[in-house]
């Protein structure tokens, strides 16, 4: 079937399309008995003997993905210079080729491209694939169909050179913005989330899932924090892999996030959430719609919860039990709800219920004679809580907008969220019953909403030092200024 016809191999490239789109072609394939060959012929042409050739046979040709956002910004270079380079990221050994412009994760090879209005335009050396864009007012706008600046449709053909032969690729122009907001209007129906800020805390499983889905989601504006590099046991349970092992998490996450929302504005932070650089991180918490906490550690959850009460800002934060068998979401509400202070004082034996996954986190609990073991869950088993701080994040952004979403508020009312993977042994749910056998009594892989009650004498969000001098019988206005605690001992 090879020939060096560009007539020929057009037609037969359009006649495979039709086929393997299960759809009418303008041209089909016959067997010519003369010349003892496969060719393509025009619609109602008188042919020999029709070729029966099936959807997956006929889907033979790579794929050509091209960015719309590009060319319209490139466009007057185009007209101007006659052609314009660009590069292809290519996977699975050439079977796709994508538009390095797309995304910010290239393919391990990559092949050099350029595109011209010159269906005669001879190719630079080193140049492996040509896109031809041709006027094609008169016909019917497909994937290959390119709108310019000046409205004019263009149909792009393209070929990849494999030796001596030029092998035809078909074309899809991609616009990534217009039809991502189109998949998400379906349940968001509103555009609003491209203008809120979410800062994240704590890039882990957990908090490096949430942000992706919030990507999803559509919104517009992350502020990444986590000191952490991505290490190679990570990969079992975080969205990066192995090839980002050594790079910081933020940044891993932040090229996960361009991925998903590539118009998102993403700033990384490696930094550590402490007191020593509270001033930095309570800047980049008040520009924050919402704030999600997936940190590990005690003192870094309460420093946040510090800053986020003083800026008013709403807060949720995650985590897993030892071994992920279960976990908690608490959201704050700045003087409605309960602090994660209020939490620690109340509840003080499940905030300290916590995973253990890194040898910095067992060393940060660990009693001089009696280390701790490092025992991390299964990331299955802390998806499902981190897509529930994703849910709350979610939920909270819309909250002032008119969303079909905002009738789960009244579902979602409760501060603290309690999820149990198993009945872990040696634990207060080692008892609950099976899943299969109960209904009414509370069993696993169920969420329940728990209330919980601002305490009013919270050292953070209450009046301590009024119910402390009403405990004592002292005269608030008549004590001495206090000295500013760094924190560092709290």
Not at 86 to 100: I, K, N, P, R, V
């Amino acid at each position: 079937m090879s020939t060096s016809d560009p007539q020929q191999q057009q037609m037969i490239h359009e006649a495979m399309k039709s086929i393997a789109e299960r759809r009418p072609g303008r041209t089909k394939l016959v067997y010519d008995k003369t010349r003892r060959t496969i060719v393509a012929v025009a619609e109602g042409t008188q042919a020999p003997r029709a070729l029966n050739i099936t959807a997956d046979d006929a889907d033979m040709f790579a794929t050509l993905t091209l960015s719309t956002t590009w060319l319209r910004d490139h466009w007057d270079s185009l007209i101007r210079d006659g052609y314009a380079p660009l590069s292809l990221s290519s996977w699975d050994e050439g079977d796709a080729l994508t538009h390095a412009a797309l995304g910010v994760t290239p393919a391990a090879s990559s092949a050099a491209a350029c595109i011209t209005l010159d269906p005669a335009f001879q190719v630079p050396p080193g140049t492996t694939v040509a896109i031809v864009l041709q006027s094609d007012s008169g016909g019917q706008p497909n994937a290959a169909t390119f709108s310019s600046p000046s409205a004019t449709p263009y149909r792009a053909t393209a070929w990849r050179q494999d030796g001596d032969t030029r092998l035809a690729l078909d074309v899809c122009f991609a616009d990534v913005q217009p039809e991502l907001a189109t998949r998400r209007s379906g349940i968001l129906e509103t555009t609003v989330l491209k203008d809120k800020t979410v800062v994240l805390i704590g890039l882990g499983t957990g908090g490096g899932h949430a942000a992706i889905e919030l990507a999803k989601c559509g919104v517009g504006n992350f502020i990444l924090i986590d000191r952490d590099r991505l290490a190679v046991g990570n990969v079992v349970r975080h969205p990066g892999g192995i090839s980002q092992v050594g790079r910081y998490k933020v940044n891993v996450i932040r090229d996960l996030i361009l991925e998903k929302n590539p118009d998102a504005n993403v700033s990384a932070h490696p930094v550590a959430v402490d007191y020593d650089n509270q001033g930095d991180i309570k800047e980049l918490i008040a520009r924050a719609d919402v704030v999600v906490c997936g940190t590990d550690s005690r003192p870094s959850k309460l420093l946040v919860n510090q800053l986020c009460v003083e800026a008013g800002v709403i807060a949720v934060y995650g985590g897993a039990f030892r071994r992920a068998y279960g976990g908690q979401v608490l959201r704050v509400r700045p003087n409605q709800s309960a602090c994660h202070q209020c939490f620690v004082a109340a509840m003080p034996d499940q905030a300290s219920d916590v995973e253990v996954s890194t040898a910095a986190d067992a060393e940060g609990i660990a009693y001089s004679d009696q280390p701790v073991a490092i025992e991390p869950g299964l990331s299955l088993d802390v998806l499902p809580i981190a897509n529930m701080v994703a849910k709350l994040a979610l939920l909270e952004l819309l909250a002032d907008r008119d969303s079909s979403l905002n009738i789960l508020q009244r579902d979602f009312a409760a501060p603290w969220y309690l999820w149990l993977n198993r009945p872990e042994p040696g634990t207060e749910y080692a008892s609950w019953p099976p899943l299969s056998e109960s209904v009414d009594e509370m069993t696993i892989h169920r969420w329940y909403g728990i209330e919980l009650p601002r305490d009013e004498e919270c050292s953070v969000c209450g009046n301590f030092l009024a119910a402390l001098a009403g405990n004592y019988g002292l005269n608030v206005d008549s004590l001495p200024d206090l000295p500013v605690s760094t924190g560092k001992d709290r």
